[in-house]
């Protein structure tokens, strides 16, 4: 008779790949965890602090925009073409420098002419912008622009 020399052979039939996808789910546990740490930067940054105003000290300039495009700058109504030009003037005269520049511009017009006429008056040199807006109940807010 014939006998099996290896009757209890310990062949690998397949591949457990149980472990194999344990360490994996860990691993990707690990970087879902690890990413959102990794960045926030390690430079030492002192934020500024921001507080809420009703008003500025000091002096402003106030453009008025209303739905049909009527610009006045103060009390003085002035065309779109001329805008730049009068903002410089009012910007460049003694204790003009630091003014802060409000835009006053109804809730219909297009943001797109608001944010043209607040890079008008950067280029124009106005150094500090701000949006005049209403709050339910109180008095116009000033926002800083850009």
């Known amino acids: 008779m014939r006998g099996r020399i290896f009757e209890n052979s310990t062949e690998i039939k397949g591949i ?5 996808i344990d ?8 970087l879902l965890i690890t990413a959102p740490v990794l960045s926030i930067s390690d430079a030492e940054v002192n934020l500024p602090q921001a507080r ?11 453009i008025s925009l209303n739905v049909r495009g009527e610009l006045r700058v103060g009390k003085t109504a002035v065309t779109r073409d ?32 608001i944010r043209e006429i607040l890079e008008e008056a950067r280029k124009a040199g106005a150094e500090r912008l701000a949006i005049a807006t209403t709050h339910a109940g109180k008095g116009i807010q000033w926002k800083p622009a850009l």
């Open 23 to 30: 360490v994996a789910l860990t691993l990707v546990i690990i």
């Open 52 to 62: 809420s105003r009703t008003g500025e000290d000091g002096g402003k300039l106030s």
């Open 16 to 20: 457990n790949v149980t472990p194999v």
């Open 82 to 113: 001329r805008l730049a030009e009068t903002i410089r003037d009012i910007v460049t005269r003694p204790g003009g420098e630091g003014l802060l520049v409000v835009l006053r511009a109804d809730e219909g017009v297009p943001y797109g002419t």
